[in-house]
């Protein structure tokens, strides 16, 4: 779609923070930080089809504003809001991957005070921090910006910082097989036998779930009875199960007590992480869940009636952990089809918003990538082209398991430096990232999770711009406000609230800046015919009696009313009497109805007053809006002027005249404007004569 790309694209740091942080506020419940091992299953499983539902969204708004040529719109985006959020969204990022490097476990929190407290209150347990995790993840980080450092201080070394990562990943994954890191220091279990004879005594909302529905469950209930009680020690080849359940006595051939027990198995696992629930509520629905599991199990196999009393042998959870944490298991395979998960939505609002904000922010990013490559490989960029192409993109990465992609800043130099010329590279990557998931995901097995804080940190670091935060302060003091509000609601509000903020900040200020549009006093610069603003020429010299004004922006409703102040607190402050004010409507690129209304009534009002009102150098668009609007019938003989210099002339003969002039009989000379002829200037009068030869002198 748009072959002149050279970019790479793919999931990126802000936009898989916005997302994780998006649909958790969709679902109830916490999930744990390993997807693939998930204690609700459930949630996991929604949680998934909501994150491929909002790619599906996030392409067709790609799609959409690309076909309908919309590109314009992230240029409501200033330099200055996507820097702040950025900023702020990597220091969540980071400090969400400090726990790797502590070797602690806290829950996920998107405002940066909230993951400082959960960090500072998991330290406080005793023997919580480890030093082992620490060592290592700080290794590996000093590591990485050794190579980042060798590649960006010698040229020819750049596959330096590229290979970084891939480096201290061997490295890990070798250390932690050598040396088995991954065994605990004492790999010593603990066991105990358990008898009850009562379940009632047991686990009191376990028993009170279990026993009083219609499961017909007492045994699962007795082998889940605490959320103590290690669910993985349930096997189908566990004869804990059997011991406390039979099958039915006329049972099937094929429901073997193995088949049965394995059955058993799955629903224990289940109803066990169902009583982790810190809420009775939370445990029903979670029971609801798996009411199909249950029923299953049971059409296989009965509570033992006979027994009054049901031993089993159970292995606590060990509180030893392993001396590095590996990452465990990563599944294998090709990505599943996923079409099926597209409808129905599950918050179509929500999930609408969160895919709009998304789009937007990697739109930015996206362009801001593909102008840079199109600016040092000079070949011209279609935006709208290249929105298309990753709108296209994500539709088809939905159909396969995949979430939101967009053009990523560090592969994409990466691409550049290694002399990528077409997407060929990227077709190459995605080979090869499908070769590692065919193949290779045992290998990652015992990789130890601070590899990835540390690889995960270097990496976001290099998204601060504290650099753009003190240009912006020595630049424009209102644009670094902007970075600064939207750097700290970023951070100790939340990615969510943050961009939204960082939006309404951006609007505010292009508001801001068209209704207070900036309106200059002009006066004649010495010994010449030229006028310039007083403000930025203080020795320029204001006419006598004549006040010279030039708006630099649109006339339209927004920034009427603010004019017109303007003009009238200008006029009470003049020294001396104003017999006539000229307007310089140069920079004025367009102009509405509400505008022309009040330019008829300003020169209405100021005639009553007896003050003339001349214009200079309109546009022919501005004098075609003019004549339409009836402005004509206000203009007297004159009024409009190609230079200054020839509207001051005009205004001192008024002056001295004291008579107003009669109304314009014949257009010609604004059909003369409006058809672009206003290159030759009239015939200057001999003072005018007289001005041009001392500013040639």
């Not at 196999?301 to 060990?318: F, G, L, N, W, Y």
């Not at 992609?405 to 590279?425: E, I, Q």
């Not at 015992?446 to 940190?457: F, K, R």
């Not at 609601?489 to 961009?499: A, S």
Request: proline share 4%; aromatic share 8%; net charge positive.
């Amino acid at each position: 779609i748009n072959a002149e790309y050279m970019g790479a694209v793919g999931p990126v740091a802000v936009t898989s923070l916005m997302l994780g942080s998006g649909l958790q506020s969709l679902f109830d419940g916490q999930l744990n930080s390993d997807p693939n091992n998930p204690t609700d299953p459930c949630l996991q499983n929604n949680y998934n089809k909501a994150a491929i539902q909002i790619a599906l969204l996030a392409g067709i708004m790609y799609t959409c504003i690309g076909l309908f040529r919309l590109g314009f719109l992230a240029n409501f985006l200033s330099r200055s809001v996507i820097s702040g959020f950025m900023t702020g969204a990597a220091m969540i990022i980071l400090l969400s991957q400090v726990k790797y490097i502590l070797g602690v476990s806290v829950p996920r929190n998107d405002p940066i005070h909230e993951q400082l407290a959960n960090l500072v209150d998991a330290l406080k347990v005793k023997d919580a921090f480890q030093w082992r995790e620490f060592v290592m993840g700080i290794s590996w980080m000093f590591l990485l910006w050794v190579t980042r450092f060798i590649g960006n201080k010698f040229p020819k070394l750049v596959l330096m910082r590229a290979s970084g990562p891939i480096l201290v990943t061997i490295l890990s994954i070798s250390l932690m097989n050598i040396f088995k890191w991954y065994d605990p220091l004492t790999s010593s279990s603990s066991s105990s036998t358990t008898t009850t004879t009562n379940t009632t005594s047991t686990n009191t909302t376990a028993v009170s779930l279990l026993t009083n529905s219609s499961y017909n469950a007492t045994c699962l209930g007795l082998l889940a009875i605490a959320s103590n009680v290690s669910a993985t020690s349930f096997t189908s080849s566990s004869a804990n199960v059997t011991n406390c359940l039979v099958p039915k006595t006329n049972t099937s051939t094929t429901n073997t007590t193995a088949t049965c027990a394995s059955k058993a198995s799955s629903c224990i696992l289940l109803v066990n992480d169902c009583l982790k629930n810190k809420t009775d509520a939370l445990a029903k629905a979670c029971l609801a869940n798996a009411t199909k599991c249950v029923d299953d199990a049971n059409t296989c196999i009965t509570p033992t009636t006979a027994k009054s009393t049901c031993v089993v042998t159970v292995a606590k959870k060990s509180s030893v952990k392993p001396q590095i944490k590996p990452l465990g298991t990563i599944p294998a395979g090709m990505p599943s089809f996923t079409a099926s998960w597209f409808f129905p939505l599950f918050k179509g609002g929500e999930q609408l918003l969160l895919a709009a904000v998304i789009c937007m922010v990697d739109i930015c990013e996206s362009i801001s990538i593909a102008k840079a490559m199109a600016q040092k490989k000079r070949y011209d960029l279609d935006a709208n082209q290249e929105l298309s192409g990753l709108g296209f993109a994500n539709l088809a990465g939905a159909f396969f398991n995949c979430y939101t992609t967009t053009g990523s800043f560090s592969r994409s130099a990466v691409n550049f430096a290694m002399g990528a010329k077409t997407p060929l590279s990227c077709m190459i990557t995605g080979i090869l990232v499908m070769f590692v998931l065919l193949v290779l995901t045992p290998v990652f097995k015992n990789m130890p999770q601070n590899v990835q804080g540390a690889i995960i940190i270097m990496g976001v670091v290099g998204i601060f711009e504290f650099h753009e935060a003190f240009f912006l302060f020595r630049v424009s003091k209102k644009d670094f406000i902007v970075w600064l509000g939207a750097w700290l609601c970023t951070m100790f509000l939340g990615v969510e609230k943050g961009i939204g903020i960082s939006l309404a900040l951006s609007l505010v200020m292009v508001l801001l800046r068209s209704a207070f549009p900036r309106i200059n006093v002009l006066g004649r610069m010495p010994n010449s015919i030229m006028y310039r603003s007083t403000t930025q020429y203080p020795d320029a010299i204001e006419e006598k009696n004549i006040l010279i004004l030039r708006v630099d922006a649109p006339m339209y409703f927004a920034n009427v009313q603010p004019i017109k102040d303007w003009i009238r607190k200008r006029i009470e402050r003049s020294e001396s009497t104003i017999e006539c004010i000229i307007l310089d409507l140069g920079p004025v690129s367009d102009i509405d109805a509400t505008a022309i209304h009040f330019l008829l009534d300003f020169i209405t009002s100021n005639h009553e007053k007896g003050i003339h009102v001349l214009m200079v150098n309109p546009s022919s668009e501005i004098v075609g809006s003019l004549m339409s609007g009836g402005l004509v019938r206000k203009i007297t003989e004159d009024a409009v002027h190609i230079n200054i210099n020839d509207a001051v002339l005009h205004a001192k003969k008024l002056s001295s005249s004291g008579s107003p002039t009669t109304i314009i009989d014949n257009m010609n000379q604004l059909e003369a404007h409006q058809q672009g002829h206003v290159e030759v200037p009239p015939t200057p009068t001999s003072d005018t004569a007289e001005s041009t030869k001392k500013l040639a002198a």
